[in-house]
């Protein structure tokens, strides 16, 4: 994923002044406390948040349950995809587990700001495509590796912020139970 975001980083510094002075103007920096729900189910996801700092997760209820899909850390574009795109109510949930900054950045501000610079038309699509790629390899992962695989490859991307999130996001997360969880990590 780092090589993906230094092509961002790239794109970004090879704006000129105006493309550059259009994005600072539609981005907001934010603070957000832990717990601050960033969106529910049933809103649509008008604002993406570039968090800068802190931790936050997507989830979704399934019979009263949360069901964890994404954790967000720094450097990680939080949205629900489907509702951001398309604009159209959220199934999904965002909320902070620590606090959090973040650039926000309205939906309806940068579609305007598209149709007049160009270069962030490209930087849309390569945020888009970066989402796929991280998409797919999701989805991969979880056919191809077991539970235990899945815990060790997410501490080994994330540990030192793990110790900051439940075990039963966690657990969620993976799609195991919190006594699996406990057995893992047993194991380690």
């Known amino acids: ?19 550059k002075k259009v994005l600072e103007e539609i981005t907001v920096i934010q603070s957000f406390k832990k717990g601050d729900v960033l969106l529910t189910e049933g809103e649509v996801c008008r604002r993406s948040f570039h968090l800068t700092r802190g931790i936050a997760r997507k989830y979704y209820l399934s019979e009263g349950k949360e069901v964890t899909t994404e954790f967000y850390f720094e450097d990680d574009l939080a949205v629900a995809f489907s509702s951001y795109t398309f604009q159209e109510p959220s199934r999904e949930y ?6 959090v900054s973040a650039s926000v950045i309205d939906y309806q501000a ?17 945020l888009t495509e970066v989402y796929a790629g991280w998409l797919e390899e999701s989805l991969f992962d979880r056919h191809t590796l077991s539970a235990a695989q899945r815990y060790n490859k997410l501490l ?9 999130i439940k075990l039963t996001h966690i657990a969620s997360y993976l799609g195991i139970s919190l006594e699996t969880l406990s057995r893992i990590r047993a194991k380690r």
Do not use: Y
């Open 1 to 19: 994923m780092l090589q993906h975001l230094s092509k961002i980083e790239q794109l970004i510094c090879s704006f000129d002044k105006p493309t």
């Open 94 to 99: 965002i909320d902070c587990l620590s606090d």
């Open 110 to 126: 940068f579609q305007q700001a598209k149709q007049r610079f160009p270069k962030l038309m490209e930087m849309d699509l390569l």
């Open 156 to 164: 080994a991307q994330t540990p030192h912020l793990l110790q900051h």
